[in-house]
């Protein structure tokens, strides 16, 4: 039986040697094997334009936060986990807090299940209750290779403009065609130097032409993600063959995206950061006396309101939240087809999107696919006009209820109803089983779990829903383990005040 000590595989890893240049922020990351033996990688995240001061304590401040989040996620692996920066006392409490919870996050969802990544030795790991499981000991280290000589204040935040974490899925799009209606957006494209960054290519190339407010960030933390799995020995030496919807061990990946956003966010005066996450990527559980979120925290409120309350510590006017939380993947993908088809021909929703003639197309075979050739279906859409084949959506089709697919129960038992009552699924007892209806999945459903007013600003609440209710099938509330239509008035939207004090704006 594998012991959680038995992970502790390097002596530190350290976050050092901090680097600012007008258009970039750099760090080395370095391991320190039991041996002494050290080895090192960069960091880096650059700019299209100019956004950092090296005489200014506060740029030094944002950028030692900035290249410290890859390393949240490798709290259980080493002894000593080193940051080394200009860290203020918010700064230290929210790196220890993250990297508490990552640590719990990655036992419950990468360790305690089966994970192919994973060698035989490391499997079947047994855990005993703790107050707190980060096995290493955190440390804080002082630059000693810059003197930044004053602080440079941050321009007054706007409530009117929002930054977009931004991407080719169907919740950054759905996000961007709302908010161009409601107020001033700021797309936001994190390049990371992988394949993954193929699914934005389409999107950003039609935004940069069409909206002038759209940025690009080019990281290369997926290089230092991999270079790290090099050097554990719990990992598979041919990880990199497998193919897999999740990754090996990383959780702590959209914290990573949103610091390289806040440069851009903070010098521009923008006061709200949009991501896109729908109903149900707020989930809360229990495995071997551990709480977790599933493998999902930074896809959660939870995560979004942490942020937040980082950010207010800070003194900076900001708020983090999604715009979708009260909708199924289904009804997003409504709206977007129906409301924004322009957006929607750019969508790339695949785990291994490839090049094509200048333009990227999905694979049309992943999980992914098979979901959004499903949904596109089921709402009357063409599929084609994102990139699918005729071959592909047949092939998708036929398949779609004897694989596993990544909904919620009801969200999936819709999907397949629909489906089934259109006649683009093979027949069967087996389809009627799953083949349910759940008219609140096309419904925007509020509960105080997933989908509460309390996250969501007053300001964005009435020119939201006025669009989404045009497009949903009403709207209902959770009350005593049943759903209860509602009506979307002021009354009903203004009942509970955002949790976070708006007063900053007026």
């Known amino acids: 039986m594998t012991k959680l000590e038995d992970f502790v595989v390097l002596k530190h890893i350290k976050v050092c040697d901090l680097k600012i240049q007008s258009k970039q922020v750099s760090a080395t990351y370095e391991i320190q094997h039991f041996n002494g033996e050290k080895e090192q990688t960069r960091l880096i995240y650059s700019y299209q334009e100019k956004l950092f001061d090296k005489k200014s304590l506060t740029d030094w401040n944002l950028a030692s936060m900035m290249v410290a989040q890859v390393a949240f996620n490798y709290g259980l692996f080493c002894e000593e986990l080193i940051f080394e920066g200009y860290f203020e006392e918010a700064d230290k409490s929210f790196i220890q807090k993250m990297t508490e919870n990552t640590s719990r996050e990655i036992i419950t969802n990468k360790l305690l299940v089966e994970n192919e990544f994973l060698t035989p030795a490391f499997k079947h790991l047994s855990v005993e209750p703790k107050q707190h499981y980060t096995q290493a000991k955190i440390i804080f280290e002082s630059v000693s290779n810059a003197s930044p000589q004053r602080n440079i204040a941050f321009l007054a935040s706007s409530p009117s403009k929002f930054s977009i974490l931004s991407s080719g899925g169907k919740d950054s799009l759905l996000s961007y065609g709302l908010l161009k209606e409601i107020g001033e957006p700021y797309p936001v494209f994190v390049n990371e130097s992988g394949r993954h960054w193929f699914t934005a290519v389409n999107a950003y190339k039609f935004f940069k032409a069409e909206e002038p407010n759209t940025s690009k960030v080019w990281c290369n933390s997926d290089r230092v993600f991999n270079w790290m799995l090099r050097h554990f020995s719990f990992i598979r030496k041919d990880y990199n063959t ?242 209860q239509s509602v009506n979307l008035d002021k009354t009903f939207l203004h009942q509970s005040k955002y949790k976070f004090h708006e007063s900053a704006f007026e």
């Open 242 to 483: 497998l193919r897999s919807d999740m990754y090996p061990i990383r959780l702590w990946t959209v914290g990573v995206f949103l610091f390289g956003v806040l440069p851009l966010t903070l010098k521009k005066g923008i006061g709200n950061i949009i991501v896109g996450d729908e109903y149900d990527t707020t989930v809360k559980q229990q495995l071997a006396g551990i709480t977790h979120y599933s493998g999902l925290y930074d896809q959660s409120k939870y995560f979004d309101n942490a942020l937040t309350r980082y950010y207010l510590k800070k003194g900076w006017k900001l708020y983090q939240y999604s715009l979708l939380r009260s909708m199924s993947e289904l009804l997003i993908m409504k709206v977007l087809l129906e409301r924004y088809g322009d957006l929607q021909q750019h969508q790339v929703s695949c785990h291994a999107a490839h090049a094509s003639e200048g333009k990227m197309l999905p694979c049309g075979t992943c999980e992914k696919c098979r979901r959004i050739i499903g949904m596109i279906s089921a709402l009357d859409g063409d599929p084609k006009r994102c990139g699918y084949t005729e071959a592909q959506i047949k092939q998708a089709l036929s398949i779609l209820a004897n694989k596993k697919i990544k909904q919620i129960g009801s969200d999936a038992s819709q999907l397949f109803f629909l489906l089934n009552t259109k006649g683009l699924l093979p027949g069967g007892e087996a389809i009627k089983k799953v083949a349910k209806e759940h008219p609140e999945v096309l419904q925007l459903r509020f509960d105080n779990e997933r989908s509460s007013l309390e996250d969501l600003p007053e300001y964005i609440r009435e020119p939201l829903f006025e669009i989404l209710k045009k497009y949903a099938n009403g709207a209902v509330k959770r009350t005593e383990a049943k759903w």
